[in-house]
């Protein structure tokens, strides 16, 4: 018979039992724990931390990408520099980006800005004229895809109308073929003919923007017609695309044929320089949304509008230097290469000579005058002179051309004379001798420019033996006569005397809106001379 005493020890042997059950239970979950635990690498732990992003990871079907607008099929992205990729997550999130033509592949993820924005930048892929496609993942779901995405060089042609208009601009508005007394200048024979080359692709951006035309910081306000993609450069959407910006790149292509070419056109007719510079609704519009993209070159044609009025002309110096400046940190590179126009011969701007003195002085006084050029232009019109959007862009576009490639191998900018100093000889105070900058004064001659239709890129001037013509003196009252200038025996080298004028205290070169007296200044590579204006006292280092 079982006492009291053994139903008790029974009862605890009983709860001994099942607490060592627990017990071995508890410790086989630990076991099991620590096992997944060691499982995991510390590295695989660190990236699972890095890339965590709850609200993103909770809520993968609510985020969204969004890329600039002007990321459509047709892109062209620029050659030789990393790929920059930009654009906006609804929640901040890890995203992977890819380039790719199923055998070359350029990738990179990166974790948003906690309000979603996001740049990325992806190793340099080559040009070729095959596309690419680009990619926007997060956890392996495609979030956006841009087809059709080239590499090759990208160019902005930013400035004012002579970079602005094409063909279709000389047929909607027939005025602009003509000059202020309503004489026809340009008939439609005349109109070069626009580009065939489906290996171009440009967008252009819309003049008519206004405050709350921008729908975000990435987007630029682009036409209608190019909203969708980027258009190629034939048939009737060539028509579209500015003369100097097509032929330019037509020129290109010809030089690379296995290099597509992508122009972002930004130029506004009828506009000062001001709202182009930084705070400017044109900047704030057409370069702001660019920022942080890489290009191969800016190229700017403007100031037709500040040689209208005396404070602008004098001022443009400073705006257009400081303006350099602005575009290239806009693009990331503080040397990055920009190719612009000297105003071209037009009579009826009073300040033109001023601007284009400020121009040809911006090739010094740039806070960084590496991979600058300047195209004079005053012997490219063809002889349409008379009205402010001359013929001769075919010729502007080739030296801009030769420019840029110079660049890409190493060499020196071709430009033409750039006058740099005068000085006079004590012993002889009525004579002066110009002296040029750099290689730009080498082998200089006399040519007369082809001032008819007749002149071509590669035909737009002939040797002359007839005097130079074109130069002024002035003495110590400031009134300029007619000058001689004589080319010296070392052909780098001006010799200047005016009858009447003894001490000679400034010099000046074709100072007038429609330079007309020939033949002009060029040198050793065929290019013309800069006007100019310069005091024996004046030293341009």
Known sequence: MTTDVGIEIIHVQKRVKYLLIAVAFLAGCVVAGLAVAFATTPSTQQEVHRNAVPSAQKNDAKLTVTLPNYYSPGMVMQRGKSLAVKGQASVQSSLTVTITDGKRTSSSTIRTAKNGTFTASLKALPAQLDPYTLTIASHGKTLAKVNEVYIGDVFLAAGQSNMEYGLRQYLIDPNIAKDSDGNTVINRADFPQTVSDKNIHFIITDDTVTNDAVSTDLDLPLK??????????VGTDATHMGYLPQLFAERLREQSPK???????????????????QGGKIYRHHIQPLENTHVA???WYQGEDDAATSDRALAYLYRFTTLIGQYRAAFGEDDLPFLYVQLARYGKQPYTATVRQAQADALRTAANTKNLGMTVAIDTDKGTSAIIH????????ARMADQWQAIRKGTTIPMGPIAEQVKTDEDDPGTATVSFSGQTGQGLAAMTPVLSK?????SYAKPSTASLRGFEAAGADGKFVPATATI????????????????IRQVRYQWTGSPS???????ELGLPASPFSLSVDRVLE
């Not at 001359?390 to 576009?397: C, M, Q, S, T």
């Not at 007749?454 to 590669?458: H, N």
């Not at 007296?517 to 040198?523: D, I, R, V």
Request: with cysteine; glycine share 8%; net charge negative.
């Open 224 to 233: 209608d017609y190019c909203a969708d993609q980027w258009l190629p450069a």
């Open 259 to 277: 290099v597509p070419i992508g122009i972002i056109q930004t130029a506004w007719g009828g506009t000062d320089i001001a709202p182009h510079m």
């Open 297 to 299: 070159a800016v190229l």
């Open 390 to 397: 001359p013929l001769g862009k075919d010729i502007i576009a």
């Open 454 to 458: 007749k002149a071509t890129a590669d």
């Open 488 to 503: 010296n025996a070392d052909g780098k080298t001006l010799t200047i005397t005016a009858d009447g004028i003894e001490t």
């Open 517 to 523: 007296q020939t033949p002009f200044l060029y040198n």
